[in-house]
């Protein structure tokens, strides 16, 4: 494994409770632990790596940019617009098109489609509040924010910030629901009178919809905009509340640290050969790491490109552009909290060329359930993965000015069969049933 350049990374930022509790439950384990470990063949610097990834997902702290964000009804409005295809362009596609319950809220696809296709693959929602810039290149720096984007892309939702407004304000049960958390909304009259399509298109300003944007007085683009982000703060309450639960790995971390065998029995013997490859010589935990099982930074991998050929996606060098420029921000004005930490660290990120080619970290908390693998789909399965870290066979860029980020593992046929083994078992065991579909109304 050589080094990781991971200086130069602008936007480190281990803000989250379940990284700051890392240091904690590091400790060292108890004496009755110690002797578990040593009937397991653990030696003392695997145990410390094992316990390093927590044992469990910390509750959520609160997110000041979100005054909703633990809001119950908040989520239950938000929940029941996850899965309305009324906020697409053509009234065919919802977030859960892409993010299907079924499928840990993947599509199973390499390239997610909506109204069009799109370039990256659509990753898990569960327990994706937790990390800390949002998409494949942290274009986002709030989950609410995110939300937005969806819905106005073209490919994604194809829809506008009227229309959208139009469809939850003109809806009398939704506008009951929204008047709820966020006070009285603007009336039916001046509803009436939203173009059906606008929003700003920066680089078309000849775009009918940028036109009939312009057109709307300030007040009334203000108006828009605070109700289209807080339609995106009531997705966000819904999306906190989504955990995949429990994995094994949590229970044997657990097991480890209390010298528990009925908890360490989580994994068998392969599984457990897999893990220690994972921490150990496979060199895995150096991104992967935490009960997260990601550093929340961005790093160029080589990952192969579909069909070859060099890689186009610039990744964070654009997501860096996107999140700075977002008039949604954390820092923006519909932020609740416009000098927060999140807002600070925002505007303090900045474009460099390193960051070309970067990909966020993916959480492996789910990563068993959501085949194809990597920003692309460009992997079709776990064994494909874990045979690209151990050949580097196809990869492409490593990393600026090809500074090497990683170096073939040279895994034997056990070993790759023992890492794969582990990757299968991360999969949780699921959370409230009742989040999985629309709410039923009352
Ligand atoms: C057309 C398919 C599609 C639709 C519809 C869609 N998404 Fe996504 N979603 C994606 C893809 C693809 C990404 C990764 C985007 C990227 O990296 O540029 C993503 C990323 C995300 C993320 C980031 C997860 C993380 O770990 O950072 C969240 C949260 C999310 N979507 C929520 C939503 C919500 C809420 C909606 C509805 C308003 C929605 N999505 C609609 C495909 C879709
Ligand atoms: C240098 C940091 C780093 C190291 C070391 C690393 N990964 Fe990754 N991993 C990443 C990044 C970044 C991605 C996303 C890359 C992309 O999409 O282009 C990723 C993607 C993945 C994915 C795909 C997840 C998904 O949802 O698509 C899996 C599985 C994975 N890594 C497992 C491993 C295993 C197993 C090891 C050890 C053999 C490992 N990683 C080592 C950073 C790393």
């Known amino acids: 494994m050589a080094a990781m350049p991971l200086g130069g990374c602008g936007d480190r930022a281990s803000t989250d409770a379940t990284v700051a509790d890392d240091a904690a439950v590091a400790a060292e384990p108890a004496a009755s632990a110690a002797s578990l470990a040593a009937e397991l063949g653990l030696e003392a610097e695997e145990v410390r790596a094992i316990l390093g990834l927590g044992g469990r997902l910390e509750p959520l702290g609160p997110e000041p940019t979100n005054r909703v964000a633990t809001d119950a009804t908040a989520a239950v409005l938000g929940q029941r617009l996850f899965f309305d295809t009324r906020l697409s362009g053509d009234g065919s596609v919802s977030c859960a098109t892409c993010h299907e319950p079924g499928r840990a809220f993947t599509d199973g696809l390499a390239i997610a489609e909506g109204l069009g296709t799109g370039t990256r693959n659509t990753p898990t929602i569960l327990d994706a509040a937790h990390q800390r810039w949002f998409t494949w290149d942290g274009r986002a720096d709030s989950l609410w924010s995110q939300a937005l984007q969806p819905m106005e892309r073209p490919h994604e939702m194809g829809s506008t910030r009227t229309g959208i407004v139009r469809a939850v304000l003109g809806d009398p049960e939704l506008r009951r629901e929204y ?262 109304l009352d």
């Open 179 to 440: 008047e709820a958390v966020f006070g009285s909304a603007p009336d039916a009259a001046w509803l009436e009178n939203l173009p059906e399509r606008a929003r700003p298109v920066p680089q078309a300003p000849d775009d009918p919809e940028a036109v009939a944007w312009s057109g709307l007085s300030e007040g009334d683009r203000l108006q828009v905009d605070e109700a289209f982000a807080n339609i995106g703060k009531a997705m966000a309450a819904y999306q906190r509340r989504l955990t995949g639960g429990e994995l094994p790995l949590d229970r044997f971390v657990r097991g480890l640290r209390e010298g528990d065998r009925t908890l360490t029995a989580a994994l068998d013997a392969r599984e457990l050969a897999g893990l220690r490859l994972f921490v150990g010589k496979a060199g895995c935990i150096d991104c992967h790491d935490g009960p997260l099982l990601s550093d929340g930074e961005f790093h160029a991998i080589g990952a192969p490109q579909v069909g070859g050929g060099m890689p186009s996606d610039a990744g964070r060098y654009l997501g860096v552009d996107i999140v700075k420029a977002d008039g949604f921000n954390a820092a923006s004005r519909w932020s609740d909290a416009p000098r927060s930490e999140r807002a600070l660290q925002t505007m303090r990120l900045a474009r460099t060329p390193e960051t070309w080619g970067r990909f966020r970290t993916p959480s492996l908390r789910q990563v068993a359930a959501t085949p194809p693998y990597m920003h692309a789909g460009q992997l079709p399965d776990l064994a494909a993965v874990v045979r690209f870290y151990s050949t580097l066979e196809g990869a492409t860029i490593l990393d600026h000015h090809q500074e090497t980020v990683l170096a073939p593992l040279g895994l034997d046929e056990a070993e790759v069969e023992a890492l794969v083994a582990f990757l299968e078992t991360l999969r949780g065991e699921g959370g409230d049933p009742a989040l999985l579909g629309p709410p039923a």
